[in-house]
């Protein structure tokens, strides 16, 4: 709100110095705090590199691939002067793992070159001989490496790539740019404890990670360091006469690390959370999330009707009934349903899960207990409902639990959205907000959630 009310449109460093240097201040105090390394601050005396903050993750990844794919080109264009620039593109290869977002997949396309995706080994890290036996291939076949998109965290079940192993392997080879997407997960290393995580940073030429996924920031802040960053802005910089200024020289002008010309002061988002919670406070507000995230995955190994699929290092679980996916199905789409509970679900090595993540500010073990508690009366529900025996049978070994959604209701409710109690009745008669997301209500309070079971079941029928 701050940042939108000074109305500053920061073009360059002349049109706003602060909105410049607060930026290259937070983002060195960021990664001070997260202990990157002083490679990748710009205050640094022997630094070469610095921060700025990006609208997305996704933006960082797309604009490291570019600046990647410029010194690839270069380097090709040294031995072969008179080629044109896109005459290279076909021969520049990237490599991602499956468990990638798909927003490298999205980078790759916009930079007009191939994309590797990887398998991971069986924990969903990517390893360094499964990238280099596919790097030996490719350069075999006369292809070019030139960026490597891994991550710290990855989206379905928070797997981290073994950076340890692939950094000496992209060293291998002078092209290649190694990135680390640390969207989500990134944001624990303020803890000292988690960043056993982050070993083989060092060998990084770019990290991003997101304070507005898991750092109390709103949404957008997304943090992206470089080694280098003329590599950076040797590719993205233009300068006609009516941007110049006179301090060009010695100043930073964030317009050539990113795509957007004019930029908000998004650094006072990072200013105020960091000075607000200080150091102390954000590393008790993570600690509270994995702490309570362990409590989740605990609470469901007592029961032996579920399995965790992942290793619970931060915030998020994964976990399935063992059971068919299409049983998983239905049961994530029940609770999603029933307004008492939101979560996403992922494919991970080939199975269905349900991925449970704390990231509510204040999150107590109540919170978890009734998680808990929510998932396990609609994981009875769904079992009876595909149960061979009698109910009675059935129900002498279990608690009693809130009716099912029908079929119908379960494949619309797999991938959902939240809208008020207003739009969900309208659109049930409207086929047009059945886009793939479909909606469910937001329950204001618990006394809600007969009555919305109710509206659910009576529109289904
Ligand atoms: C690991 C990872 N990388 C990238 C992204 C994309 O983030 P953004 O929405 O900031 O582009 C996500 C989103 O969830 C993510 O989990």
Request: glycine share 6%; hydrophobic share 40%.
């Amino acid at each position: 709100m701050l940042s939108d009310a000074i109305g500053c449109i920061g073009f360059s460093w002349a049109a706003s110095p602060a909105c410049t240097e607060l930026e290259t201040i937070v983002l060195d105090w960021y990664a001070k705090a997260i202990d990157l390394p002083p490679e990748f601050l710009a205050e640094h005396k022997s630094s070469k590199g610095g921060g700025v903050i990006q609208g997305s993750a996704s933006e960082c990844i797309l604009v490291t691939m570019l600046a990647a794919r410029t010194q690839a080109i270069r380097t090709l264009k040294e031995q072969d002067p008179n080629t044109e620039d896109s005459a290279f593109l076909p021969r520049l290869v990237a490599y991602c793992s499956t468990e990638a977002h798909s927003c490298a997949e999205k980078a790759a396309m916009i930079s007009l070159v191939k994309l590797r995706v990887l398998e991971p080994d069986e924990k969903g890290s990517l390893r360094g001989k499964r990238l280099e036996s596919a790097i030996r291939e490719d350069v075999a076949n006369g292809l070019v490496p030139f960026f490597v998109s891994t991550t710290l965290g990855t989206t379905g079940s928070c797997a981290f790539d073994n950076l340890v192993e692939i950094g000496p392997v992209c060293k291998l080879y002078p092209n290649i740019w190694l990135h680390v997407d640390g969207a989500y997960a990134g944001n624990a290393f303020i803890c000292p404890e988690m960043r056993p995580l982050m070993a083989g940073i060092e060998h990084a030429d770019s990290f991003n990670t997101n304070p507005n996924k898991w750092l109390l920031v709103n949404f957008d802040c997304s943090c992206l360091w470089v080694r280098d960053r003329v590599k950076l802005t040797s590719a993205l910089v233009v300068d006609p006469l009516y941007l110049q200024h006179a301090r060009s020289g010695e100043s930073i002008d964030y317009r050539h690390w990113g795509i957007p010309l004019s930029r908000r002061f998004r650094a006072l988002k990072l200013w105020f959370v960091m000075r607000s919670y200080g150091i102390t406070g954000l590393q008790k507000y993570i600690r509270n999330h994995i702490r309570l995230a362990r409590r989740f995955e605990t609470l469901m190994r007592r029961d032996k009707r579920f399995e965790i699929t992942n290793d619970v290092r931060v915030g998020l679980v994964c976990f399935r009934l063992k059971e068919s996916d299409e049983i998983n199905q239905e049961l994530l789409a029940n609770i999603n349903a029933s307004g008492r509970l939101h979560m996403i679900p992922a494919r991970v090595m080939g199975k269905y899960i349900l991925r449970f993540c704390v990231i509510k500010e204040n999150a107590t073990d109540d919170d978890i207990d009734y998680a808990v508690d929510v998932i396990e009366e609609h994981a009875t529900e769904v079992m009876l409902a595909h149960y061979e025996g009698t109910e009675d049978e059935f129900r002498a070994k279990g608690p009693k639990s809130p009716a099912a959604l029908d079929k119908k209701l379960v494949r619309k409710f797999s991938f959902t959205r939240s809208v008020t109690r207003d739009v969900y009745k309208r659109s049930i008669s409207k086929s047009s907000l059945h886009d793939g997301a479909t909606p469910i209500m937001v329950v204001d309070d618990n006394s809600q959630v007969d009555t919305i079971e109710e509206d659910v079941f009576c529109n289904s029928r």
